[in-house]
């Protein structure tokens, strides 16, 4: 009789399963220690790692958005632009006229400079003419009686050098300064008569009192600090005395005679 060998375990061990592992208990450890395993139970060697959270490393952000603030904002208008662009235009105008009112000013200041630097060498040449002492002129001219224009100083230019020539001696009545300037009657005054002319320059003197002296009339004018001034035709000469006070009327009068 044949016997086959089968691969029957025996029924009373349990087949182990091939997932289940038991561990094996540690030599000298005391067996009412050891944890009684059923047979559904296992031990894993494996260590799965677990993640310990560091408290201190943890920190928290707090993120706040406040859209207040916004609603807050004057966000300009369309008239407050139009308004501010023409003020920015109306400012650059004011400038504009500001720099054009300088260069005017600058202009009317150079030319002012140029102008009286010509009048003062106009003065300075008038007084280097004044300074030249002539005993001879171009015209005829009247001098005092029993006086020569050596003894009065001689002649001496009071007009400009582009003017007509005007020449006058210094001489006194009395104590009293005086200046006689003389120079030929304008053609202007023949032309238009020789008494209105001599009246129209005599106002511009205020001389607007007459005399007679013979045949001569003269108009005297008096400031109100005292000097006269007294105008007059002679011999073709328009004539032009000037004092430094007032003089008697007597006393002008017999010069005005004795000139020849």
């Known amino acids: 009789m044949e016997f086959k060998k089968t691969n029957r375990r025996p029924q009373g061990r349990p087949i182990p399963r091939p997932a289940e592992r038991r561990t094996v208990p540690s030599i000298g ?4 220690l050891q944890p009684k395993l059923s047979d559904t ?9 677990t993640k310990e959270s560091n408290p201190s ?26 308004a501010k662009t023409k003020a920015l235009f109306s400012s650059r105008k004011r400038i504009g006229v500001a720099v054009f009112a300088f260069v005017i000013m600058g202009t009317i200041g150079i030319t002012s400079a140029v102008a009286r ?11 280097n003419t004044t300074d030249e002492i002539i005993e001879n002129l171009e015209y005829q001219t009247v001098l ?13 230019r009071v007009s400009p050098p582009d003017s007509e020539p005007v020449y006058a001696y210094s001489d006194k009545i009395g104590d009293t300064p005086i200046s ?3 120079q030929p009657l304008p053609e202007s005054f023949k032309k238009g008569g020789i008494d209105n002319q001599v009246a129209d320059l005599a106002k511009k003197f205020n001389a607007t009192t ?10 005297i004018g008096t400031s109100a600090k005292g000097p006269q001034s007294v105008i007059f035709t002679k ?26």
Do not use: C, M
């Open 57 to 82: 490393s943890q920190k928290t952000i707090n993120i706040h958005i406040d859209f207040g603030v916004f609603t807050k904002i004057k966000w300009p208008t369309k008239a407050g632009l139009v």
């Open 117 to 127: 630097e010509q009048r003062v060498a106009e003065i300075e040449n008038t007084q």
């Open 41 to 49: 139970d296992h031990y894993s060697t494996k260590k799965t790692p």
């Open 29 to 32: 450890a005391r067996p009412e």
């Open 180 to 182: 006689v300037s003389q």
């Open 144 to 156: 005092p009686e029993s006086k020569s224009i050596s003894q009065l100083g001689g002649w001496k």
């Open 235 to 260: 011999n073709s000469l328009l004539i032009l005395i000037k004092s430094q006070a007032k003089i008697d009327d007597t006393a002008w009068v017999r010069y005005v005679k004795s000139l020849n």
């Open 210 to 219: 007459t005399f007679d002296a013979d045949t001569t009339t003269a108009y």
